[in-house]
């Protein structure tokens, strides 16, 4: 959508039509048209794409459990973040900042609302759009996490021991509870680039005939662990993921309780009946004894 700004510059001046002849910069001027052209440009996207994709999403998964609508509904919200801010802040100084600290926030809470719902026990839910949900939740929550602990800027001991904590580590047990392939997978790669950057920390200052054999003893060990692991994870896989389901049931808000299958409320009704008429087994105990 183009927008036109109404004012004829002159070198330094801005002769503006119904204003008269003003000292304005042109370059002052360009910005706020850019500002104007852009904040409109947001509203029209959060008001004929954002907001509909949304709410057609939650629509079609409160409806129907479209599978992939597990993906767009997060898609959805994330666009009418993004237009909000761009219309608050068209000229998108801080846009970066707020991309990184969106996804790891939105990606986490994203991920916990799922989790939730998928060990709620509940018979009305359908685990695909979940599925498809916790993915794309455990993608932008990965990449969100990476960019704000700024592991690619300053490469520091502590940041990569926090994303490890943060963000590795949890998508690998939720992966396991959930068996999910996806999440286990960036689980791994996560290692890997530990591994990697492992290894290029053994080769700062040291000869460079010797950085080959350090990245090949160093990734030939990690790869060796991860594999291990794996095949330990694939031995005790049942165990692992019944402990981490019940955990995970058990800890759910939206959980159903389930009901003991030998419970028997006619029964129950019965003896609850008999306990709260105390005379009337007197008196039948008297007629017996008459009897």
């Known amino acids: 959508m183009d927008e036109i700004c109404h004012s004829t510059y002159h070198g330094e001046e801005a002769v503006l039509y119904g204003d008269g002849t003003s000292r304005i910069s042109s370059s002052e001027n360009g910005q706020e048209c850019r500002m104007i052209v852009e904040r409109k440009r947001s509203i029209l996207a959060l008001f004929t794409s954002a907001l509909p994709m949304t709410v ?13 609508m597990g993906l767009t509904t997060y898609i959805g919200i994330s666009a009418v973040a993004i237009s909000i801010y ?7 100084d801080r846009f970066q900042d707020f991309l990184e600290w969106w996804f790891s926030i939105s990606g986490a809470l994203w991920l916990a609302i799922l989790t939730d ?12 759009p979940l599925v498809w949900g916790l993915n794309l939740g455990a993608l932008a929550f990965m990449t969100g996490m990476i960019a704000l602990t700024g592991v690619l800027q300053e490469d520091t001991l502590w940041r990569w021991l926090l994303l490890n904590v943060l963000s590795f580590a949890p998508l690998g047990v939720l992966g396991t509870a959930t068996n999910q392939i996806f999440l286990l997978l960036l689980c791994a790669l996560g290692f890997l680039a530990d591994s990697f950057r492992l290894a290029s920390w053994f080769v700062e200052g040291a000869s460079p ?27 005790r896989q049942a165990m692992i993921h019944a402990s981490l389901s019940r955990w995970f049931e058990q800890h759910s ?3 159903v ?8 409320p006619l029964q129950a009704d019965a003896s609850s009946s008999r306990s709260s008429h105390p005379s009337s087994q007197g008196e039948g105990s008297f007629d017996d004894v008459g009897a």
């Open 86 to 92: 761009i219309s608050v802040d068209p000229l998108g």
């Open 253 to 255: 808000l939206s959980r």
């Open 209 to 235: 005939n010797v950085e080959v054999p350090i990245y090949f003893l160093v990734l030939a060990f990690a790869g060796l662990s991860i594999s291990g692991f794996g095949w330990f994870l694939n031995r």
């Open 56 to 68: 057609v999403s939650i629509l079609l998964w409160a409806k129907r459990n479209v599978s992939t």
């Open 257 to 264: 309780r389930r009901v003991d299958p030998e419970y028997d």
């Open 117 to 128: 719902i998928f060990f709620s026990n509940r018979p009305s839910v359908d685990l695909a």
